[in-house]
């Protein structure tokens, strides 16, 4: 059984204009890259129909994972948030206790991250040691360097 997946709407928009672009631009276009090899002749021996073949195989399996996260995809209305605790789609204050720098992030699903953007995975280990803190509470997140600590300051939709 798959897991759920949430998105706000602009996400999930995102993700649906994906799958279309893939539908119907890529695939007709490999479709006949694969046509023109074949029409060039002997098929064991065309590298450019291998390649072809092999671009088809890697896009269908790119699609039928798309279709399968949209199947399972939930849009998260803002305004209903619990901001009392972090949660997805939560934008987090936090201030890291070793160098009192603080940072807002904001909570997202992992299609959706985007660090440019301040978006982080709620599947990240700073995401996922966020999860369920309420203001106040001490995130030890397990990054490369060792544990840090992340002080949560404030929470909001």
């Given at each position: 059984?798959s897991?759920?997946?949430?998105y706000?709407k ?8 994906e799958?279309?672009h ?11 890259q694969i046509?023109e090899?074949r029409d060039k002749g002997d098929?064991s021996e ?9 671009a088809?195989g890697?896009?269908?399996?790119k ?16 305004s ?9 789609l939560a934008?987090v ?6 160098n009192?720098k603080?940072m ?14 301040g978006?982080?995975?709620?599947d ?7 999860l369920g ?6 995130a030890?997140?397990?990054?490369p360097?060792?544990i ?5 300051v404030?929470?909001?939709a």
């Amino acid at each position: 059984m798959s897991k759920v997946n949430y998105y706000t709407k602009e996400g999930l928009q995102r993700l649906k204009d994906e799958l279309k672009h893939m539908e119907s631009v890529e695939r007709p276009s490999i479709s006949a890259q694969i046509a023109e090899a074949r029409d060039k002749g002997d098929l064991s021996e065309n590298a450019e129909y291998d390649a072809a073949k092999e671009a088809q195989g890697i896009l269908e399996a790119k699609i039928s994972k798309l279709k399968e996260s949209l199947s399972n995809a939930r849009v998260v209305d803002k305004s209903q948030l619990d901001t009392s605790k972090a949660l997805i789609l939560a934008k987090v204050k936090i201030k890291n206790l070793k160098n009192n720098k603080e940072m807002v992030y904001q909570l997202v699903a992992p299609k959706e991250a985007n660090l440019k953007e301040g978006k982080i995975s709620v599947d990240s280990p700073i995401g996922e040691g966020l999860l369920g803190k309420k203001v106040g509470d001490i995130a030890e997140v397990q990054v490369p360097q060792g544990i840090v600590k992340f002080e949560i300051v404030d929470i909001s939709a």
